[in-house]
């Protein structure tokens, strides 16, 4: 069987007294887009920072490409999108592309031609050489999740990547996602976009820090007995009450 690209197994997290996440488990496979979907605070960022070693889990393991995080020596088969955006104001979009990619170790004679590539898939390609400075919130977004897609990385980790994006141009970018899933890679996505739950292969719903449901989306509409994802959140949610 082939082996999950991400496996998180009855993880638990506290801050202090609170407990943020409660016996969590969720696999990514080759070829899969999970969504990870629940309200704010539910815990889907802590889940994916304890996933990559940022965060240290109370309980449980979890292992991304069969490695414990941190592990500097995985980082460059990873693409990774955080919530905040973690960019250099000073430098321009190219420079901060030309940055990643170099960290990412992307290959010199192949480096141009993967900034054009991930930039066109953001619609950045005529503001590429202005300072990130002058970006707007949702062009800030946009170069942070070209970034994520340099280097053709092996699993695909994002955190409301479209948060901020005008839904032309999120079409465009769900469509590069399955381009991506086609080519072996598999992605690990939060949305608070209900639409976008639909077109996961598989979607797991957290409430409260624990994974209420993990199915296809049409099985946990069948499940529930409601026609989409969002009647299945809001379903879960009432009776998580």
């Given amino acids: 069987m082939t082996e999950p690209l991400l496996e998180m197994k009855h993880v638990e997290k506290r801050f202090g007294k609170q407990t943020v996440l409660q016996d969590m488990n969720l696999t990514v496979y080759p070829g899969q887009i999970i969504g990870l979907i629940g309200p704010s605070g539910a815990g889907k960022s802590t889940a994916i920072k304890t996933a990559l070693g940022m965060e240290v889990a109370d309980g449980g393991e979890s292992k991304v490409l069969g490695i414990h995080l941190p592990n500097r020596e995985v980082l460059g088969r990873i693409g990774y999108m955080a919530q905040s955006d973690a960019l250099y104001d000073s430098l321009s979009g190219r420079e901060n592309l030309k940055f990643f990619a170099q960290m990412k170790g992307v290959a010199k004679d192949g480096m141009t031609a993967a900034i054009n590539h991930v930039a066109a898939v953001v619609d950045l390609t005529e503001d590429l050489d ?20 340099l280097g053709n990385p092996e699993i695909l980790i994002l955190d409301e990547p479209t948060v901020g994006i005008d839904p032309a141009l999120r079409r465009k970018i769900w469509a590069e996602l399955n381009n991506i899933k086609a080519s072996g890679c598999g992605v690990l996505i939060t ?22 449901a993990f199915d296809a989306p ?24």
């Fill in 130 to 149: 202005k300072r990130v400075s002058g970006y707007s919130g949702g062009m800030q977004r946009r170069l942070s999740l070209a970034i994520a897609l």
């Fill in 191 to 212: 949305t608070h976009v209900m639409d976008e739950a639909e077109l996961t292969d598989r979607v797991a719903l957290l409430l409260a820090g624990k994974i209420m």
């Fill in 218 to 241: 049409k099985a946990l509409e069948e499940q529930y007995g409601v026609p989409t994802v969002e009647d299945v959140f809001l379903k879960a949610e009432g009776a998580e009450e």
